[in-house]
């Protein structure tokens, strides 16, 4: 399976890591794969990019809470693009190109993105000559 560093999803999905962070954080799935010691960077599944880039349209056009929103995303994924939480109402997404479009963005920003360096900075080497003059 597939997985994206939390930096790239954010990238490809135009929101700051931190938002990303905090959704996943707050919402009760299990939506990445686990980091493996202390830091080290977080990766999401495809699919979870997925049902995040679906949970951040839906708040910012329905107006729910983002909480919310993500749990109706993960339903919306995991049935295919439809959800229907009651007979009167369905949600559908067109999910093939919603995927296509994020494979791109992501291709993209996993190019960009590097990978910040760990650890203490070196110390600036000095010549010689210039500490002996």
């Known amino acids: 399976m597939r997985s994206f560093d939390l930096h790239a999803a954010a990238l490809a999905l ?12 707050r919402s ?15 990766h ?11 949970a951040l349209d839906l708040a910012s056009t329905l107006g729910i809470s983002e909480l919310e929103a993500m749990r109706t995303a993960r339903a919306i994924v995991a049935n295919g693009g439809t959800y229907a939480p009651s007979a009167m109402l369905a949600l559908q997404v067109d ?20 990978a910040p360096r760990r650890g203490r900075p070196p110390r600036p080497r000095t010549s010689r000559v210039a500490m002996e003059g």
């Open 44 to 54: 999401l599944s495809f699919d979870t990019v997925v049902a995040l880039a679906v």
């Open 95 to 114: 999910l093939p190109r919603l995927r296509a479009s994020l494979e791109e963005r992501l291709a993209g920003a996993v190019e960009v993105v590097v």
């Open 28 to 42: 009760t799935v299990d939506a990445s794969h686990p980091a493996r010691g202390r830091g080290r960077r977080r």
């Open 14 to 25: 135009d929101v700051s890591n931190r938002k990303i962070d905090n959704l996943l954080a």
